[in-house]
Protein backbone atom coordinates (compact mmCIF):
# COMPACT_ATOMS: atom_id res chain seq x y z
CA UNK A 1 0.00 0.00 0.00
CA UNK A 2 1.36 3.25 -1.09
CA UNK A 3 -0.18 6.04 0.68
CA UNK A 4 0.45 9.83 -0.02
CA UNK A 5 0.19 12.87 2.05
CA UNK A 6 -0.44 16.71 -0.37
CA UNK A 7 0.08 19.39 1.22
CA UNK A 8 3.18 21.66 1.22
CA UNK A 9 3.91 21.03 4.65
CA UNK A 10 1.70 23.24 6.90
CA UNK A 11 0.51 22.33 9.94
CA UNK A 12 -2.75 20.64 8.76
CA UNK A 13 -0.80 18.30 6.52
CA UNK A 14 1.72 17.04 9.36
CA UNK A 15 -1.04 16.53 11.12
CA UNK A 16 -3.34 14.54 8.71
CA UNK A 17 0.64 12.79 8.43
CA UNK A 18 0.54 12.04 12.55
CA UNK A 19 -2.73 10.86 12.17
CA UNK A 20 -2.12 8.03 9.31
CA UNK A 21 1.12 6.87 10.86
CA UNK A 22 -1.06 6.31 13.85
CA UNK A 23 -4.04 4.81 12.07
CA UNK A 24 -1.55 2.62 10.52
CA UNK A 25 0.14 1.28 13.66
CA UNK A 26 -3.38 0.86 15.43
CA UNK A 27 -4.24 -1.24 12.74
CA UNK A 28 -0.76 -3.10 12.52
CA UNK A 29 -0.42 -2.15 8.93
CA UNK A 30 2.72 -1.16 6.58
CA UNK A 31 2.78 1.33 4.21
CA UNK A 32 5.01 3.60 2.07
CA UNK A 33 3.96 7.17 2.88
CA UNK A 34 4.78 9.51 0.40
CA UNK A 35 4.63 13.49 0.93
CA UNK A 36 4.00 15.56 -1.73
CA UNK A 37 4.38 18.66 -1.69
CA UNK A 38 4.95 20.26 -5.07
CA UNK A 39 1.47 22.18 -6.17
CA UNK A 40 1.85 21.43 -9.62
CA UNK A 41 1.97 17.46 -8.43
CA UNK A 42 -0.86 18.11 -6.05
CA UNK A 43 -2.89 19.80 -8.99
CA UNK A 44 -2.67 16.19 -10.90
CA UNK A 45 -4.70 14.93 -8.64
CA UNK A 46 -7.53 17.09 -9.14
CA UNK A 47 -7.78 18.71 -5.94
CA UNK A 48 -6.98 22.64 -4.79
CA UNK A 49 -7.14 22.05 -1.25
CA UNK A 50 -5.03 20.56 1.34
CA UNK A 51 -4.34 18.51 2.90
CA UNK A 52 -5.04 15.55 0.78
CA UNK A 53 -4.96 11.84 1.13
CA UNK A 54 -3.91 9.62 -1.58
CA UNK A 55 -4.28 5.46 -1.15
CA UNK A 56 -3.22 3.73 -4.03
CA UNK A 57 -3.18 6.69 -5.99
CA UNK A 58 -6.97 7.37 -5.07
CA UNK A 59 -7.69 10.32 -3.77
CA UNK A 60 -9.60 9.42 -0.74
CA UNK A 61 -9.75 12.93 1.26
CA UNK A 62 -8.82 16.39 1.02
CA UNK A 63 -9.16 20.03 2.40
CA UNK A 64 -9.52 18.32 5.87
CA UNK A 65 -7.16 17.16 8.55
CA UNK A 66 -8.98 13.37 9.35
CA UNK A 67 -8.53 12.10 12.71
CA UNK A 68 -6.79 8.81 13.30
CA UNK A 69 -10.40 7.03 13.84
CA UNK A 70 -11.91 8.50 10.57
CA UNK A 71 -8.02 7.08 8.83
CA UNK A 72 -8.05 4.23 10.40
CA UNK A 73 -11.99 3.21 8.41
CA UNK A 74 -10.29 4.53 5.22
CA UNK A 75 -7.48 1.71 5.73
CA UNK A 76 -9.46 -0.96 7.57
CA UNK A 77 -12.05 -1.02 4.24
CA UNK A 78 -9.73 -0.16 1.41
CA UNK A 79 -12.24 -1.94 -0.95
CA UNK A 80 -15.09 0.73 0.00
CA UNK A 81 -12.71 4.03 0.20
CA UNK A 82 -15.59 6.75 -0.13
CA UNK A 83 -14.39 10.24 -0.50
CA UNK A 84 -13.93 12.59 2.69
CA UNK A 85 -13.59 16.10 1.85
CA UNK A 86 -15.56 19.21 2.21
CA UNK A 87 -15.50 19.92 -1.27
CA UNK A 88 -16.84 17.71 -3.96
CA UNK A 89 -14.14 16.75 -6.70
CA UNK A 90 -16.95 17.94 -9.43
Known amino acids: MIIKILGIGCSN ?4 EENT ?3 LKNL ?5 IVK ?3 MVDIA ?3 IMRTPGLVIDEK ?7 L ?3 EVMALLNKP ?5 ESNRSLL
Open 59 to 65: VVSYGKV
Open 21 to 23: RTA
Open 79 to 83: GQIKL
Open 36 to 38: VKD
Open 28 to 32: GLTAE
Open 13 to 16: CIRL
Open 67 to 69: NVQ
Open 44 to 46: TYG
